[in-house]
């Protein structure tokens, strides 16, 4: 009999560098207990619970039906391009062509598209932490330094811009900044966005604007780009998108707002790795833009209502202290009063009190001390995660 050869696995060293999103991880280990029999209540993944509104769906069926199957321009669709210039001009008031436009397939490969067209080996890239994951991952593959600037609880979760003036050097390149963020759910005011433009002043350094949030903003609160700075515009990369607006995260489909010489570059990179955004996706991508808008403001009043029950509830339980958020989907209570560091109390929460959430340092080292849930389930199931956490605080604290 011959004996199998195992040949090793051989990965290119850059495969060490790269991160992951925890919040995928947390959610396959809550469903294999879920498959044991256990409840678990799904306050980990970041995504709207509500279905995509019917008009983008039908307009996603009938573009099925009409042979919308087949490949498209790497930069998109013409007419979703244009429809994206013309709201992008509208709600941040400047002036953007359909040139300036990269759609892509989700928010996420404008990070990745962005750090490979812009970052060589040793170049700083100053970014929020804690902060989406996917930053301090794509920085560290394309063999970036990564700079993280810490958002802190006493200044609201927004950026101090003294401590980001400190940290420009002659090798920054790149500064990412996100409002509403991710996981704190603060909003960077208008002042605190211009004086950040301000510390950039007139050095050559591009910004990436994360926007994916940029219609879920609470309390009346308006949204406000650092695309829209006098000055700034050449210098930013906008990225926004479907998924958390129109509840699409399953469709995939994204876009970056940049100067035009740039947007050629990441449609290189587009041909490359994707060829094009799925053809009937974009059709539905019009509609979702240019069609009814009401959907988007229900499910915006619902987050705010779940956010208003769950901060409060919170706030009652031993040892967890919670800032009320003003954007995106996600609370971010303190729980240093708790005794426990963050991933062993989110372990413990997932497994003994069925309720699943992610540990602040999911999000980057300064994010010790808290949890981050998502407040993107029903009200009854969040209010049965609030049982669930009083119960297991006055057994176990
Ligand atoms: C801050 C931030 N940026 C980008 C994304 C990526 O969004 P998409 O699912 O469209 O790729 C997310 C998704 O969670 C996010 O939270």
């Not at 669709?77 to 001009?89: D, G, K, N, T």
């Not at 308006?222 to 699409?248: C, N, W």
């Not at 999911?362 to 981050?372: C, I, P, Q, T």
Request: aromatic letters at 8%.
């Amino acid at each position: 009999m011959e004996k199998a050869i195992q040949y090793e696995l051989q990965l290119a060293s850059r495969m060490s560098r790269l991160g992951t999103e925890t919040a995928f991880e947390v959610l396959n280990k809550a469903r294999a207990l879920e498959r044991q029999g256990r409840s678990i209540i799904h306050l980990e993944i970041g995504e709207p619970d509500f279905d995509t509104p019917s008009n983008v769906v039908e307009a996603g069926v009938s573009a099925l039906r009409k042979g919308w199957t087949h490949y498209g321009p790497s930069a998109g669709l013409p007419e979703l391009r244009h429809a994206i210039a013309e709201y992008v001009s509208r709600t941040r008031g400047v002036k953007v062509s359909s040139e300036e436009v990269v759609v892509v397939p989700g928010g996420k490969p404008i990070i990745f598209f962005t750090m490979l067209s812009l970052i060589d080996e040793g170049d700083e890239v100053i970014y929020p932490n804690p902060g989406f994951p996917i930053y301090e991952s794509m920085i560290h593959y394309v063999g970036g330094r990564a700079v993280p600037i810490q958002l802190r609880e006493e200044n609201d979760f927004s950026l101090d811009v003294n401590e980001l003036t400190s940290r420009i050097t002659d090798r920054t390149r790149l500064i990412i900044v996100n409002s509403p963020q991710n996981p704190t759910g603060g909003v960077l005011p208008r002042r605190d966005i211009e004086l950040i433009a301000n510390a950039i002043g007139d050095r050559n350094i591009m910004v990436l604007s994360d926007e994916i949030y940029s219609r879920l903003l609470f309390d009346g609160g308006q949204h406000f780009s650092i695309m829209s700075v006098p000055g700034m515009q050449e210098r930013t990369i906008l990225l926004d998108g479907f998924s958390k607006t129109y509840a699409m995260t399953g469709w995939r489909m994204g876009y970056g707002v940049m100067r035009s010489d740039l947007a050629t570059h990441m449609t290189r990179l587009m041909t490359n790795s994707n060829s094009c955004t799925a053809s009937f996706t974009q059709v539905a991508g019009i509609e979702a833009i240019r069609g009814d808008q009401s959907s988007v403001d229900r499910m915006r009043d619902e987050f705010q209502r779940r956010r208003d029950v769950f901060v409060a509830g919170l706030n009652k339980i031993k040892g967890f202290s919670c800032r009320m958020p003003r954007g995106a989907f996600y609370v971010f209570p303190n729980i240093t009063r708790t005794g426990w560091k963050s991933k062993p109390l989110a372990d413990a929460l997932l497994e003994q009190a069925g309720v699943a959430a992610l540990s602040g340092t999911s999000f980057g080292e300064f994010g010790e001390g808290y949890l981050r849930f998502s407040v993107a389930n029903s009200l009854e199931n969040l209010n049965e995660a609030l049982n669930r956490l009083d119960g297991w605080t006055r057994k176990n604290l």
